[in-house]
C-alpha cells in the first residue's frame, strides 16, 4: 500500500515539475520569434448590473498554444474566477493586475507564476497568460457568497472551458 502511494506521489510530482519546467510547445512561430498570445475576454457581470452570470459562459481553446484571459469586473460587486482544473494542468506565465477596463487600464502589478483564485473588483481587471497543457473539461466558478450565504456559482455563475 505504501509503495503503491509513493509511487503515485512520484507520477504526481513528476507531471507537477513537468508543467511548471517544460517550455510550452507551440510558442515559437518559424522565424523563432515567441507567437503572441491569443487574447479573449471574460466578463464577470455585464455594466452596472448584480447578474450572477459569465459572459462568455464558454471557451474552446487549444492545448500547446499560449492565450491572454481577460478577465474584467464591470459589474457592481466583487467576482471570481476560480479555474482550479484549468489552473493545474496550464503553464502558467504571468498575472498583470489592472486598475481598469479596456484601452484606458494601465497594469499596477504583474504577478509571475500560476493563480490559484483571482478576485476582482468593480471596475478592475486581470490578464492571465497562460498554456493550456492538458485537454478537458474545466469549469469557471465564483464563490463569493452573497448575504444569503449562497455562492454565485449556486446563483448560476459557472461556466466552461474546454481545452482541445
Ligand atoms: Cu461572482
Known sequence: ??????????????MFIALNSMAPMGLASESGKIAKPQRLILSLGREGDRKRLFYPDYFAITAGKRY??????????IHEFDAPGLVASSWSSDV??????????????TIVGTPAEIEIRPGG???????????????????IEDQSGKTHTAMGMKGTIVVN
Open 125 to 143: 481587471s486581470v490578464e492571465w497568460t497562460f498554456v493550456p497543457v492538458v485537454a478537458g473539461r474545466y469549469d469557471i466558478l465564483c464563490d
Open 1 to 14: 500500500m505504501r509503495r503503491v502511494c509513493m509511487k503515485f506521489l512520484c507520477m504526481v510530482s513528476a
Open 96 to 109: 498583470k493586475v489592472l486598475d481598469d477596463i479596456g484601452a484606458s487600464a494601465h497594469p499596477i502589478a
Open 68 to 77: 491572454t484571459l481577460i478577465i474584467q469586473n464591470p459589474s457592481l460587486d
